[in-house]
Every structure is written in structure tokens, then in C-alpha cells.
């Protein structure tokens, strides 16, 4: 069965940093492509990034030069590290894990940046 398991939100001030993790299990987690979505109350969910099992990382434009991701397959999971957050970071994270055309997600942590 798959589970993903997101950790590591909380209240942060603008500024400050944070680090999510997502724990994967019931998977081949080297072979799927593993992202980071947000979404805000009122709004749609949104790519934040994602790596792929190659490596290879792309990131939201709002994001950029902040926020990086990156994955641990011995441990089997994703991590975001987020810097210089600002209050329009605040939304529900959630992480994501793809191959071909399945996709599982996780439930989701609550990140909330106070100004």
C-alpha cells in the first residue's frame, strides 16, 4: 500500500526557514518522479517543484532561489527546504510521487508565515 507521509510545517515568521520531508512507502521510490504542491484556502493547488528520478529538479517561478528540492532513495524521501519565506508561502503542502501515469499524494502539512 502506498503512504506518503509529509512532516515538518508549522508557523514560521517571514523571513525565517523550514524544511519539509515526505516519507514514502509501497513504492519504487528511485524510479518515481516526486513534487511538492501547495494549496492556499480559495485557490487551486499548485506546483512547487519536483525532481525526477534522475535528478533532475525544476521549481515555480515564485519559488525560484528559495525553495529546493531534493530526494534521499536509501532513505526513501523527499525533502523541500524553504528559505525567505513570505506570507503568500503559507498554504497546505503536499507531496506527490509519479510514475507513468500514477500518481499518489500524500496528506498533506499546514505551513503558516506570519508578516
Known amino acids: 500500500q502506498v503512504q506518503l507521509v509529509e512532516s515538518g510545517g508549522g508557523l514560521v515568521q517571514a523571513g525565517g526557514s523550514l524544511r519539509l520531508s515526505c516519507a514514502a512507502s509501497g513504492m519504487i521510490f528511485s524510479l518515481q518522479t516526486m513534487g511538492w504542491y501547495r494549496q492556499a484556502p480559495g485557490k487551486q493547488r499548485e506546483l512547487v517543484a519536483a525532481?525526477?528520478?534522475?535528478?533532475?529538479?525544476n521549481y515555480a517561478d515564485s519559488v525560484k532561489g528559495r525553495f529546493t528540492i531534493s530526494r534521499d532513495n536509501a532513505k526513501n524521501t523527499v525533502y523541500l527546504q524553504m528559505n525567505s519565506l513570505k506570507p503568500e508561502d503559507a498554504a497546505v503542502y503536499f507531496c506527490?510521487?509519479?510514475?507513468?501515469?500514477?500518481?499518489?499524494w500524500g496528506q498533506g502539512t499546514q505551513v503558516t508565515v506570519s508578516s
Open positions: 525532481i525526477t528520478s534522475l535528478g533532475i529538479t
Open positions: 506527490s510521487a509519479a510514475w507513468g501515469t500514477k500518481v499518489d
